[in-house]
T-cell receptor, first 114, second 113 residues
Framework: EAQVTQNPRYLITVTGKKLTVTCSQN?????MSWYRQDPGLGLRQIYY???????DKGDVPEGYKVSRKEKRNFPLILESPSPNQTSLYFC?????????????FGSGTRLTVV | GENVEQHPSTLSVQEGDSAVIKCTYS??????FPWYKQELGKRPQLIID?????GEKKDQRIAVTLNKTAKHFSLHITETQPEDSAVYFC????????????FGTGTRLQVFP
């Protein structure tokens, strides 16, 4: 089944403790992206990747890192999480240009930083 | 940069009625306009999209219209059913090398039986 797999689904952590949210797709998509969803703000892009070893900042990249060492994986790293990073996170992939052929989203990761 | 405004933020309709959600965009070079549906606790899923060379597209009870001159596009749902209840997001591609996708802030649609 074609899908984007995110882990974990739920995560509660403490301020400053490094964490990684994993994302993997099995559709051989070139484009991958991370979004955060907050009430009243919609979906805001954190980082995106156009291909292996090619990543760039989205609209809200502060406090996040990403890497794209393999085509299928695009982990999101929070080096020192803070409470304002409490949010619902989605990974998404697209076969070609950023979202121009529709995104497939992962199931989401609800992160709480206390 | 590109900005996408979406209205209304909430919409309540009676089952069987029509629902319309409107979005405006700022980048005249935008050429791709998808709509996503997000049911409670689930991921956004693409339900329909339209490109700038087309004025209208229909898929069963769902239709999208695009007015490039006015820079707005709308989602129309006819004969609404309770399972249409969800948050709907519009989006528009931005111009430039990255062809970024900018999302609206969402519309919570409730369909009452």
């Amino acid at each position: 089944e074609a899908q984007v797999t995110q882990n974990p689904r739920y995560l509660i952590t403490v301020t400053g403790k490094k964490l990684t949210v994993t994302c993997s797709q099995n559709m051989n998509h070139e484009y991958m992206s991370w979004y955060r969803q907050d009430p009243g703000l919609g979906l805001r892009q954190i980082y995106y990747s156009m291909n292996v070893e090619v990543t760039d900042k989205g609209d809200v990249p502060e406090g996040y890192k990403v890497s794209r060492k393999e085509k299928r994986n695009f982990p999101l790293i929070l080096e020192s999480p803070s409470p304002n990073q409490t949010s619902l996170y989605f990974c998404a992939s697209s076969p070609h240009r950023q979202g121009s052929y529709g995104y497939t989203f992962g199931s989401g990761t609800r992160l709480t930083v206390v | 940069g590109e900005n996408v405004e979406q209205h209304p933020s909430t919409l309540s309709v009676q089952e069987g009625d029509s629902a319309v959600i409107k979005c405006t965009y700022s980048d005249s070079a935008s050429n791709y306009f998808p709509w996503y549906k997000q049911e409670l606790g689930k991921r956004p899923q693409l339900i329909i999209d339209i490109r700038s060379n087309v004025g209208e597209k229909k898929d069963q009870r769902i239709a999208v219209t695009l007015n490039k001159t006015a820079k707005h596009f709308s989602l129309h749902i006819t004969e609404t059913q309770p399972e249409d209840s969800a948050v709907y997001f519009c989006a528009a591609s931005s111009s430039g090398n990255t062809d970024k996708l900018i999302f609206g802030t969402g519309t919570r649609l409730q369909v009452f039986p």
